[in-house]
Nanobody
Framework: QVQLVESGGGLVQAGGSLRLSCAAS????????MGWFRQAPGKEREFVAT????????YYADSVKGRFTISRDNAKNTVYLQMNSLKPEDTAVYYC?????????????????WGQGTQVTVSS
């Protein structure tokens, strides 16, 4: 069992930045591919970014490419999402996700563990 706890969400103006953190506990963090997903009101949960076990490879949704950066610190059991140039359409609850079976996690169907989510609101 893995527990994931997100932090760092909040209210920010358009063009601003936030950094989300996801602290993991329970099992060897470096065994898991990690990802971030988001869900806006009335919409399905969607993929945002993923990073492989070592941190050497990343992949992003087109909507955030060039603005968001995912990273991980296996010594601290933490994955981060640096979000720059935020837009109102980035407003959503952001979820941390872990996958033990694949090298990356880009689909909700591939997620083994979810965090509880953290709200990000971008005002125009």
């Amino acid at each position: 069992q893995v527990q994931l706890v997100e932090s760092g969400g909040g209210l920010v103006q358009a063009g601003g930045s936030l950094r989300l953190s996801c602290a993991a506990s329970g099992r060897t963090f470096s065994n898991y591919a990690m990802g971030w997903f988001r869900q806006a009101p009335g919409k399905e949960r969607e993929f945002v970014a993923t990073i492989n076990r070592s941190g050497g490879s990343t992949y992003y949704a087109d909507s955030v490419k060039g603005r968001f950066t995912i990273s991980r610190d296996n010594a601290k059991n933490t994955v981060y999402l640096q979000m720059n140039s935020l837009k109102p359409e980035d407003t959503a609850v952001y979820y941390c996700a872990a996958n033990v079976h694949s090298n990356m996690v880009i689909s909700t169907r591939g997620v083994d563990y979810w965090g509880q989510g953290t709200q990000v609101t971008v005002s125009s």
